[in-house]
């Protein structure tokens, strides 16, 4: 299924290539900038049934804009971006369905399982989601932090899907290294996460056509689901056209009901 996403820097939605990221801006490539207000993309997903979307805010000075989509659309997007034990409860207050929560459970590049059940014991495991982006050193996928710069010590693979299901409802899986590039998908991620993950993923990197969206449908077998960005027409993008990922996640679950109907 298609998950839509608001993505947000210096309080505006944008798109930008993932493995610039940086807290400075100085080579941070900004793909697109919108000139609607984040309730703006909140309320057209609400009005689409978009369902299992996200907002995310990339660095300081994106509170307004964050709780701006949230207030939108009660209940209706997760957040994520500088969740910790302090503020998690905050932002479900603020309207978020869920929290998503990647750098804070790491520190030293360490997954720190003390503040991880910390985590889960003030929020509860339902309302957490684990973002597990990731990128490619020596043929293997590691979790990044830190703006998507830093390498920790944790390799995404069957046996760690498994453990940390145990402590969230879903993973959200970014392929840095493709992800704002619009040149495909990382087919080769979103078919290990098919086998791994026992819960719901999306994945989210490079997306370029509908074909993709398909693709990710057949192969994650509907568990992993796909955000596109970039390619978009919402966002700039001349790849995908938003109104068929509406249809086709309409269709889609018309399939299903009709499949698992007695």
């Not at 074909?211 to 568990?223: A, H, Q, Y």
């Amino acid at each position: 299924m298609f998950r839509p996403c608001i993505d947000l820097r210096n309080g505006k939605v944008v798109q930008i290539v993932g493995g610039t990221l940086d807290d400075a801006g100085t080579s941070t490539l900004t793909r697109f900038q919108s000139e609607h207000p984040p309730s703006w993309f909140a309320k057209l997903y609400q009005k689409d049934g978009l369902t299992g979307g996200h907002v995310i805010a990339l660095g300081p000075g994106n509170e307004s804009a964050a709780r701006d989509a949230l207030g939108a659309w009660p209940g209706g997007l997760q957040y994520g971006g500088g969740v910790n034990l302090d503020n998690a409860s905050a932002w479900l207050e603020a309207g978020a369905s869920q929290v998503i929560v990647t750098s804070w459970v790491f520190r030293d590049g360490l997954l720190d399982r003390q503040r991880l059940a910390d985590l889960v014991q003030r929020v509860g495991k339902e309302r957490l989601v684990l973002d597990l982006s990731c990128r490619k050193r020596d043929g293997r996928y590691w979790v990044v932090t830190d703006r998507w710069q830093r390498f920790t010590s944790l390799e995404v693979d069957e046996a760690v899907c498994h453990d940390l299901a145990k402590s969230c409802s879903e993973f959200l899986i970014h392929a840095v290294d493709v992800e704002g590039l619009c040149q495909g998908i990382d087919l080769e991620l979103v078919e290990s996460l098919s086998r791994w993950c026992p819960i719901p993923a999306t994945y989210a990197g490079g997306a370029k056509s509908i074909d993709d969206l398909k693709t990710v449908e057949r192969v994650g077998s509907g568990r992993i689901h796909l955000t596109i960005g970039s390619a978009l027409d919402i966002f700039g993008g001349s790849g995908v056209r938003y109104a068929d990922c509406v249809e086709f996640n309409r269709s889609t679950a018309t399939t299903s009901t009709i499949s698992t109907s007695p």
